[in-house]
């Protein structure tokens, strides 16, 4: 089975300041996706990011970067330069690469990011 | 990337009713599925909507209660029948596109 951990229910910041979302994931599969969402006040799901787990080159996307290591299980997001506009609730998802569990995502608990001005 | 719509964006429903949810793709998307996410929680999967077959479901969820139509590669909807209380969730359709995973607005709905 699979499981996606955000240990970190809630964050709080002040603008500026950088910070790190952490994500733990558990899966018996050699070949699959993980994903980061934002979901701002508004509730709908943005998409970030997809990464492969063959690739494990970080990446950097403006003030957004992820760390992925598959040696620990994690997949980590840093917002550098935080701004209000940040505020939100951030989930890590999972899914196989194929087979019949593809494009099933698996979420994790979110964690509720608060950028204070 | 694909946009999805959902119709309605939101609604109130009185207990023991249903609720039809449409979720309408700007292209045709191989995979579509329909999320629930529980006030505070997280997004949990309700089932696959497979075009011109049943409906895949996972554990907890059963096609009398969720039932879900996908007749072409671009529209599903997703009905939640005799509903209660504990359906007051938002419930979002999202299509596979490319390896990239959309999702619509979602639907807020609240039973009374």
């Known amino acids: 089975a699979q499981k996606v951990t955000q240990a970190q229910t809630e964050i709080s910041v002040v603008e500026k300041e950088d910070v790190t979302l952490d994500c733990v994931y558990e899966?018996?599969?050699?070949?699959?996706?993980l994903f980061w969402y934002k979901q701002p006040p508004s509730g709908e799901l943005v998409f970030l990011i997809r990464?492969?787990?063959?690739?494990?080159q970080n990446e950097i996307s403006g003030r957004y970067s992820w760390n992925f290591q598959k040696s620990t299980s994690s997949f980590n997001f840093t917002i550098t330069a935080s701004q209000v506009v940040d505020s939100a609730v951030y989930f890590c998802a999972l899914t196989n690469a194929g087979g019949t569990s593809y494009g099933k995502l698996t979420f994790g608990q979110g964690t509720i990011l608060t950028v204070h001005p | 990337s694909a946009v999805i719509s959902q119709k309605p964006s939101r609604d109130i429903c009185q207990r023991g009713t249903s609720l039809t949810i449409q979720c309408q793709v700007d292209?045709?998307?191989?995979?579509m599925f329909w999320y629930r996410q529980q006030p505070g929680q997280s997004l949990t999967l309700i089932a696959t909507?497979?075009?011109?077959?049943?409906?895949?479901?996972e554990s907890g969820f059963v096609i009398d209660k969720f039932p879900i139509s996908r007749p072409n590669l671009t529209f599903s909807t997703l009905t939640v029948s005799n509903m209660s209380p504990e359906d007051s969730s938002i419930y979002l359709c999202?299509?596979?596109?490319?390896?990239?995973?959309?999702f619509g607005p979602g639907t807020r709905l609240t039973v009374l």
């Open positions: 899966t018996r599969d050699t070949t699959y996706y």
């Open positions: 999202s299509g596979e596109d490319r390896n990239e995973q959309f």
């Open positions: 909507a497979n075009q011109g077959s049943e409906a895949t479901y």
């Open positions: 292209s045709q998307v191989t995979m």
């Open positions: 990464r492969n787990s063959f690739d494990e």
